[in-house]
């Protein structure tokens, strides 16, 4: 397994202003995931983070609006862009460790309101 | 035609019931399969991975059924602490890469 923290675990934001948040693990991942997880719903995956590489986006999510770096193997950052109160959402993080089969482990998430 | 079907729930079942969930998906290339729980406003943890052979962890058992496409998890002698959504999850295989899949969750709900 793996030891994923996120910052911030939580945020009010403004419509129209932007918010970073940061994941930090405790070993070198080469797979790292963003997910959106909205009020009630499952997880749906916003990009795959890949050291190295430009971020993969899932249909229905654009670089634009949800900038992504990876600098090393041991943190990624997302970024929600000119926000709006549809934003509102549970941001999380996870990795795929190394010799894991495809298993992920998940950050606490970011809990975002945008007013 | 979701990807990842689940059975909707919620169910709420005594302590010590035997409960079972059921989740089917639609790509028959799909490579590995998981059950995840998530407990309220927490993030999902992983519970077991479904091998084709089943596999059982305590009392828990999750069962791969490829031909018919779904995948089982069934929990013995129901805890509180079992309270939680189950997440089923399906590793699909795509036109050039692999994309995780997560279903709705079933909530389970168990009552003194």
């Known amino acids: 397994s793996a030891v994923i923290s996120q910052k911030p675990s939580r945020d009010i934001c403004q419509r129209g202003t932007s918010l970073t948040i940061q994941c930090q693990v405790d070993s070198q991942v080469t797979m790292m995931f963003w997910y959106r997880q909205q009020p009630g719903q499952s997880l749906t995956l916003i990009a795959t983070a890949n050291q190295g590489s430009e971020a993969t986006y899932e249909s229905g999510f654009v670089i634009d609006k949800f900038p992504i770096s990876r600098p090393n193997l041991t943190f990624s950052t997302l970024t929600v862009s000119n926000m709006s109160p549809e934003d509102s959402s549970i941001y999380l993080c996870?990795?795929?460790?190394?010799?894991?089969?495809?298993?992920?482990?998940f950050g606490p998430g970011t809990r975002l309101t945008v007013l | 035609r979701k990807e990842v079907e689940q059975d909707p729930g919620p169910f709420n079942v005594p302590e010590g019931a035997t409960v079972a969930f059921n989740c089917t998906y639609s790509?028959?290339?799909?490579?590995?399969f998981f059950w995840y729980r998530q407990d309220c406003r927490k993030e999902p943890k992983l519970l077991m991975s479904v091998y084709s052979s089943g596999n059982e962890d305590g009392r828990f058992t999750a069962q791969l059924n490829r031909a018919s496409q779904y995948i089982s998890l069934l929990i013995r002698d129901s805890k509180l602490s079992d309270s939680a959504t189950y997440l089923c999850v399906v590793n699909m295989w795509g036109s050039s890469a692999s994309k995780i899949i997560f279903g709705s969750g079933t909530r389970l709900s168990i009552r003194p």
């Open positions: 996870s990795v795929e460790p190394r010799g894991s089969y495809n298993e992920q482990f």
């Open positions: 790509n028959s290339a799909s490579q590995s």
